[in-house]
């Protein structure tokens, strides 16, 4: 009689990262995103990990795993404007190995102001351009004059509800 011989399951490595808004949070490595860079005005922080906290809601955090007091809300660009076509720079695409056919996740970092939540922005101008394979992101300045860093997403959400 042969007996079968179960595959051994090894546990993705983790890390654990204490946070102010969500606590402790275990994070298997290969969800860490690496922005070499950082972010502007947060260079230190280069490792991060996208939260979906309400998967009602459109908003995800890009927490930061290197200060746990880093974490920005962040929103796919295209929810809200979808005729965004962001230019990203050769020299850009380049240092994350990025092709025209290359996929890639892009986010824009949103701003919600405590007293008025429905004059949210999102910073067009400078989304975050990661390589889903890699994981290696970077925030990039688009090449195109017409995005802004305070785009209004009420007013570009009502646009499309209009159309």
């Known amino acids: ?32 995103i690496t922005l070499r860079e950082g972010i502007i005005g947060f260079e230190d922080c280069t490792r ?44 850009d695409a380049a240092q994350l190995g990025l092709t025209s056919d290359s996929p890639k996740l892009v986010f824009a970092i949103a701003t919600v102001p405590r007293q008025d939540p429905r004059s949210m922005t999102a910073n067009l101008l400078a989304p975050l351009v990661i390589d889903p394979i890699t994981r290696i992101g970077k925030q990039v300045i688009v090449t195109d004059e017409h995005y802004t860093t305070r785009h209004s997403i009420m007013e570009e959400m009502n646009k499309k509800a209009a159309a």
């Open 1 to 32: 009689m042969t007996t079968a011989t179960m595959p051994i399951m090894t546990a993705m490595p983790t890390i654990i990262c204490s946070t102010t808004r969500f606590g402790s949070i275990e994070v298997e490595e290969d969800l860490i």
């Open 48 to 91: 991060y990990v996208v939260l979906h906290v309400d998967q009602k809601s459109p908003f995800r955090w890009f927490q930061s795993l290197d200060d746990g007091s880093v974490a920005f809300p962040i929103i796919d660009p295209w929810e809200f404007k979808p005729d965004y076509t962001p230019t990203i720079g050769d020299a």
